[in-house]
């Protein structure tokens, strides 16, 4: 069975500062993951995936996630956070076992001037 | 077209209507979802299909129905329109077949039932 849980509903950063929003899953089969960005009133966005290759893979606007198998995660970072990233993300791991696709609750980032 | 497009942007419907949500999509994707999106619970899948011809149900299926005539086109059908499915409806395609492949969403269609 796969699952996954986005640890926080709401993060908020200052401008600037790094930008950590967890995600942990479960997976009876070699995962795929991906993360997805919401802005207010607009559809969902890829940013990145991981798909078995490089376990540290970089997105779109300065994102990146690290694939951990042994702490079964894949945490979105950035190091420095703009206020054009307030959003909301969503943590997706799919199976090619199953082709089944689950989405997280979603992590709703602020960031503070 | 570029990607998936859905119609209406919003609606405001009185309950008991018939209401046909439009995506279409010109990437020739395979697969096309439906998923509404409220708050809390995040995105919910209505409907799937994988291939042109074939439908199935997903997480919260009733109330709605599905076609697949072709590739392109993946309309969804309230026959019967109740409050408790106003909601954002989000189309979303992708290449089936593959767990590696993300999806392509639509800008979504914001329900609201009266």
């Known amino acids: 069975a796969q699952s996954v849980t986005q640890l926080d509903s709401h993060v908020s950063v200052s401008e600037g500062t790094p930008v950590l929003l967890r995600c942990n899953y479960s997976s009876s089969y070699s995962p795929s993951l991906f993360w997805y960005v919401q802005h207010p009133n607009k559809g969902l966005q890829l940013l990145l995936k991981y798909t078995s290759a490089a376990t540290l893979v970089k997105g779109i606007n300065g994102f990146e996630a690290e694939f951990k198998k042994s702490e079964t995660s894949f945490h979105l970072t950035k190091p420095s956070a703009h206020m054009s990233d307030a959003a909301e993300y969503f943590c997706v791991v799919t199976s090619g076992a199953s082709d089944k696709i689950i989405f997280g609750k979603g992590t709703r980032l602020h960031i503070l001037p | 077209i570029a990607g998936i497009t859905q119609a209406p942007t919003s609606q405001i419907l009185a309950a008991g209507r018939r209401m046909t949500l439009r995506c279409t999509q010109d990437m020739r994707h395979n697969a096309m979802y439906w998923y509404r999106q409220d708050l809390g619970l995040g995105l919910r899948l209505i409907h799937y299909?994988?291939?042109?011809?074939?439908?199935g149900k997903g997480e919260v299926p009733d109330g709605y129905s599905v076609s697949r005539a072709n590739t392109d086109d993946f309309p969804l059908t309230l026959a019967s329109a109740v409050p408790s499915q106003t909601s954002v409806y989000f189309c979303?395609?992708?290449?089936?077949?593959?767990?590696?492949?993300?999806?392509?969403f639509g800008s979504g269609t914001r329900l609201t039932v009266v």
């Open positions: 299909s994988n291939t042109a011809g074939t439908t």
């Open positions: 979303a395609s992708r290449m089936a077949g593959g767990s590696n492949y993300g999806y392509t």
